[in-house]
């Protein structure tokens, strides 16, 4: 079982950056797909991006297009979101995953069978 511990969140004002990491240990990371999602109080968790296996796919949610990059580095067993021109609406704790597959990285929770315990992302106006 993968273990995941994401680090790189804070407070922020409205146009600035962050770098979200997600540490993994435990199984071969370079054969899993890895994802970001979100959670604001009283909403549901959302799809942020993704990445396949290899590094070569990515996806990424519509609001975070332009503004987000996943990427991995899989000789550090690390996954990265850098976000750009944070909003206050992006306001949230952030999770990373690890997927139960390598090709192309999927976008709903369900396929994703290991997660991080959350970093805290505040985007002040």
């Known amino acids: 079982q993968v273990q995941l511990v994401e680090s790189g969140g804070g407070l922020v004002q409205a146009g600035g950056s962050l770098r979200l990491s997600c540490a993994a240990s435990g199984r071969t990371f370079s054969a899993n797909g890895m994802g970001w999602f979100r959670q604001a109080p009283a909403k549901e968790r959302e799809f942020v991006a993704a990445?396949?296996?290899?590094?070569?796919?990515?996806v990424h949610a519509d609001s975070a297009k332009g503004r987000f990059t996943i990427s991995r580095d899989n000789a550090k067993n690390t996954a990265y979101l850098q976000m750009n021109r944070l909003k206050p609406e992006d306001t949230a704790v952030y999770y990373c995953?690890?997927?139960?597959?390598?090709?192309?990285?999927?976008?709903?929770?369900?396929?994703?069978?290991?997660w991080g315990q959350g970093t805290q992302v505040t985007v002040s106006s």
């Open positions: 990445i396949s296996a290899s590094g070569g796919t990515t």
């Open positions: 995953a690890a997927s139960n597959t390598g090709g192309i990285p999927p976008t709903v929770a369900a396929a994703f069978g290991a």
